[in-house]
């Protein structure tokens, strides 16, 4: 196994769409790791957001939860489930990044600003941009594709955890 540094490393080129999810490597307990660390950055995350919820640790644990069956079932259904470990690691270790900067900005500005509010939406939108580079990589297809599939899950798991708390 890689050192952790040299993983944080390409986590970060992924992050920066220089890399994609079959650099990393296919570990089930790096797979583990990052999605314990996806839903230890998104509980203070979304504690922290203007909309928070009465159940941020539930819902951080559901956002886990959706992208793993999501991932899983999609490479699935492409026959390509043997690039489940990479996908889903990469998936996870840039969230971590990507809620670790999102809560950076929402500890240092106020929630309601627009400063605050626009860097949110950069973030949601280079966080799309993301998965799309790694759905691109992991389904070997075409970027609009990807991108379809992207805000597929964004999108989907945010109506489902709408539909959670109605």
Known sequence: MPSLQHIVRLVLDICLLRRGPQDLPASPTLLAATMLASAVVGYPTMRALPAATATPGLDAAYGVIVTVAFTYALLHAYGLGNRFLQTATALYATDVVVTGLALILLTLGSAGTPVTALGLIGL???????????????????????TVWALALVIGSGLLLEWLHA
């Not at 949601?124 to 389904?139: E, K, S, T, V």
């Open 124 to 146: 949601i939108l280079w966080n799309i941009a993301i998965i799309a580079h790694i759905f691109r990589h992991a389904l070997d297809t075409v970027i609009a594709l990807a």
